[in-house]
């Protein structure tokens, strides 16, 4: 993205994709978000063209209409907010979007537009996942055995299962969203539209029973209110009304009736006292052979918290004589809970006697069904609670405390911990907490990265769900299991990738989670994530955008308008103070030529006048000679719009004074010329220097020993030891001039790097020190290496000095060992040498690379000083580093590093 186009920088610092079209409907700048999606720069691009390009659709996948493009509507002077769309990235991926554009306006004209995709992909995917618990809710609605549905206020079907529809005669969808008393007008005034008011007005169940059809068939009704209408559900009981008929007709058939029903019967005969049918026991939990169960034995098998209602309204129908409806739990002896509903009324026999006559069914299906829905229910109303406050709160983290207190009751959990990421220290901080006393808080404030169970979730950027934690041992759980937490589930925050926190919840009455819950969890995670990383991006581009007006006053950036009709020139006031000039001096442009400085006016208007008719931009630096004689250096940035004759009918830019970078540019330059011209000299001399050494040196070494031949042992022993010296002097003459040549030759007779075997380089450098390796018994090892940029035969020398030290640096009373070694890291291979050898002080690590620099004397240690000078100089030829570690008496390791093939 070019940061020199007006407004780029903010666009650079949208996290989202943005992008800036210029007037013409050109993109002046895209984000590099943006341009990662289109897989290619996007400057130049038109907005059709990144349609083309992402494959940019609506949701339900028809295409955008050309003419209605949201850069387009902005640029017409509409401000377009979250038009939904989905775009296919360069990589493949297929994301949900919600694009933003704005006119820029300036002078009450439309000069630009800025665009954003916010990317609402997770929370898109969230709508789906709820969506599939919707369907997956309708299932176990269609699953029931009764009729099921839901009024809204305005007695509309809001929710209807498969038995409602066969109930009512028509399909679901027909009924969906209508008006039951405008479907079903005979019923108005009826029992079920009173039973129904009665309901809603008085806010209390109803129970009745109803009959319809041809037959009739029979029908039991429950309806429940609730704040938004009204629940019910719908039996047939055909078949029971019937089985009641024939009990007083014939007892056998209605045991089988009951019998294929898996209901129960029992009689309270207040003569002979109680009677159950043998089918009770099912319902109990115990084996239908059992002895029946007999009256006072039915409270052990009643829950504790449902016993005591029971029993007063029992006693009540028992003493009334009235009927009797209620449903209740009872727990089975393998400790199971289930639901019965139970219905009885008093009945006389055929001699008159009073007989209190009822049945007992199984309801647990439909308790569950009820459970679920309510939970779902709960479950959706809290995530557009939660959805809807995040998204209109100024500070997310002011209301995370509250919703997520109100999700701990929806979800049945006992404690939740809200941490973020502290970018600053690397860890999590806590945000907010519930469940746990404050002290406790107060010890777990802080968590590094990769502990405990939060830790890992933040770092891994994955969900973690911990159940039946005091069964399985895991030191990531120590945490939340010194809270008595028996199953935990830690939800990462993540925006783009990155989390920015998590969210966790807890439980200490169960051992697992519910994949429900896990969904609701996930999804408010999903939705606090999001809405923190709006408030993020709105801050970043608040101080963005105080960054460029502080950036604008500092620099004294000026703005240029020329209407190229009416050649009318419009400079900021910023810049006319700036220079001493006013409005009325440069009215035109033939008065802004004239401040053009003589030598740079040709190529200005050349410039210009090639620009202008491609539609290119115009970027130009030059002299400008102001009114008071000064001569300043200005940078011009700007483009023609075309909306006049030729199709440029005006030119908008930017001026900015560059006059003290241009003084330091050409200082720079002179300094820089100077500085290559003195290398250039002093490589010539060097290479001319120690060339032309070569043959008076060889001449003075050649005689020298001859001379040691011959006279040796015939003068006396000063002489003997006089032509010694000679000889060694100039034997380490000839080393160094031969070294120096070596040196002088790095740039001189460097080749182009090209791809380079290592291995191959380090095996020539060890047939080059074949006979001193063997000499000092030395062993080298030399790891698989890579291929690197590099010229062959320096890479060679590099490695030859570096194993070449090893073996004159060894330890005598120690077998040398070196290995050679590699790593990749960041585009660069670097490569380690390392031995066992007398090691160096660390106060040398730097010395030891400069020329000439010797840490022994030559009768200990032979060598010119030059050969990690030769190192350093081609490793950082080829854009490397070279240094040393080291443990005197131990040994050394030199690392240096090269460019990957």
Not at 448 to 458: I, S
Not at 526 to 547: G, H, K, P
Request: aromatic share 8%; with cysteine.
């Amino acid at each position: 993205m070019n940061c020199d186009v007006p407004g780029a920088p903010i666009v650079a610092a949208i996290r989202q994709p943005a992008f800036l079209y210029g007037p013409d409907g050109t993109i002046l700048a895209a984000n590099e978000p943006a341009e990662a999606l289109a897989g290619r720069s996007l400057a130049g691009c038109s907005a059709a063209d990144v349609v083309r390009l992402g494959r940019v659709r609506r949701p339900d996948g028809t295409p955008l209409d050309p003419g209605r493009l949201p850069a387009s509507r902005a640029l017409a002077g509409e401000e377009v907010t979250e038009q939904p769309a989905v775009i296919t990235a360069a990589d493949g991926r297929e994301l949900h979007v919600l694009v933003s554009a704005s006119p820029i306006r300036e002078g009450g004209r439309v000069v630009g537009a800025l665009c954003v995709w916010q990317d609402v992909t997770e929370r898109t995917n969230a709508e789906e996942t709820l969506e599939e618990e919707r369907g997956r809710l309708q299932a176990v609605l269609d699953g029931m055995t009764d009729a099921y549905y839901v009024y809204d206020r305005e007695w509309r079907f809001v929710e209807i299962n498969q038995h409602a529809a066969d109930y009512f005669g028509r399909p679901r969808e027909e009924l969906l969203g209508r008006t039951v008393w405008e479907l079903y007008p005979h019923t108005v005034g009826g029992p079920t539209w009173t039973e129904y008011h009665r309901a809603v007005a008085e806010g209390v169940p109803v129970h009745f029973e109803t009959a319809s059809g041809v037959g009739p068939r029979f029908f039991e009704v429950h309806a429940y209110p609730r704040p938004d209408g009204l629940t019910v559900y719908v039996r047939d009981i055909t078949g029971r009304k019937r089985a009641g008929e024939a009990l007083r007709e014939r007892e056998q058939q209605l045991d089988l009736a009951l019998e294929g029903a898996g209901a129960g019967m029992w009689v309270r005969d207040l003569d002979r006292g109680w009677i159950a049918s043998p089918q009770m026991n099912a319902l109990f939990g115990l084996p239908r052979d059992a002895p029946p169960l007999r009256e006072e034995e039915f409270p052990a098998f009643i829950h504790p918290d449902d016993l005591p209602a029971l029993g007063e309204a029992w006693l009540a129908a028992l003493e009334g004589g009235s009927s009797y409806s209620r449903e209740y739990r009872v727990v089975w002896p393998d400790g199971s809970v289930h639901w019965l509903g139970s219905e009885g009324r008093t009945v006389a026999d055929c001699g008159g006697t009073p007989r209190f006559i009822g049945v007992t069914y199984d309801v647990t299906g439909r308790k569950r069904a009820e459970g679920a829905l309510r939970r779902s229910e709960a479950r959706q109303a809290l995530l557009a609670e939660v959805g809807g406050r995040l998204l209109a709160a100024w500070e997310p983290q002011a209301v995370v405390d509250d919703l997520c207190r109100r999700a701990l009751a929806v979800l049945d959990c006992d404690v939740f911990f809200n941490y973020l990421a502290d970018e600053a220290s690397g860890r999590l901080v806590l945000n907010a907490y519930g469940g746990i006393p404050p002290g406790e808080a107060a010890r777990i404030r802080r968590l590094d990265l990769g502990t405990a169970v939060c830790g890992c979730a933040a770092r891994d950027g994955c969900r973690i769900v911990a159940e039946a934690i005091p069964e399985n041992p895991d030191p990531r759980t120590e945490l939340v299991a010194g809270f008595g937490v028996r199953a935990y589930a830690c939800h990462p925050l993540l925006v783009g990738g990155r989390s920015i926190g998590t969210l966790s919840f807890g439980t200490r009455t169960r051992d697992r989670f519910a994949d429900d819950e896990l969904a609701t969890m996930r999804a408010i995670a999903d939705l606090i994530a999001v809405a923190m990383q709006r408030i993020a991006d709105r801050d970043a581009l608040r101080a963005s955008e105080e960054r460029l007006r502080l950036a604008q006053e500092s620099a004294g950036l000026g703005s240029w308008d020329h209407d190229l009709v009416s050649d009318r020139v419009t400079l900021s006031p910023m810049f006319l103070g700036r220079y001493g000039m006013t409005a009325k001096a440069v009215a035109c442009y033939e008065d802004w030529d004239r401040l053009i400085h003589p030598g740079d006016r040709e190529r200005v208007e050349a410039g210009r006048r090639a620009a202008l008719p491609a539609g290119q931009p115009l970027d130009f630096d030059f002299r400008v000679v102001l009114p008071s004689g000064d001569e300043r250096w200005v940078q011009f940035r700007g483009r023609g719009s075309a909306n006049g004759p030729g199709g440029h009918g005006r030119v908008l830019g930017v001026v900015l004074d560059v006059t003290a970078r241009k003084q330091a540019e050409i200082a720079l330059e002179r300094n820089a010329a100077d500085l290559r011209a003195s290398n250039e000299e002093l490589q010539r001399f060097a290479y001319v220097a120690s060339h032309d050494l070569q043959e008076p040196l060889r001449s003075i070494v050649s005689f020298s020993q001859l001379l040691k031949r011959r006279y040796g042992g015939k003068l006396d022993a000063d002489a003997d030891d006089y032509i010694g010296f000679i000889v060694d002097g100039g034997m380490r003459m000839q080393a160094l001039i031969q070294d120096l040549l070596q040196f002088s030759r790095i740039e001189t007779q460097a080749r182009t790097p090209v791809p380079a075997d290592a291995g191959a380089a380090v095996r020539s450098a060890l047939r080059t020190l074949e006979a001193s390796a063997r000499e000092g018994g030395s062993t080298v090892t030399v790891d698989p290496l890579p291929t690197v940029m590099a010229d062959p035969a320096q890479l060679e020398l590099v490695f030859a000095n570096l194993i070449g030290n090893a073996i004159k640096y060894r330890r005598p009373d120690e077998p040398l060992l070196v290995r050679v070694g590699a790593r990749r890291t960041d585009g660069f291979w670097e490569f380690s040498v390392s031995d066992n050898g007398i090691g160096i002080e660390p106060e040398y690590f730097d010395r030891i690379f400069e020329m000439f620099r010797r840490l022994h004397t030559h009768d200990k240690y032979d060598g010119t000083g030059i050969g990690l000078a030769v190192v350093k100089r081609i490793v950082e030829r080829h854009g490397g580093a070279v240094r040393v570690e080291s443990t005197p008496g131990e040994g050394s390791t030199f690392f240096f590093t090269l460019p990957a093939a």
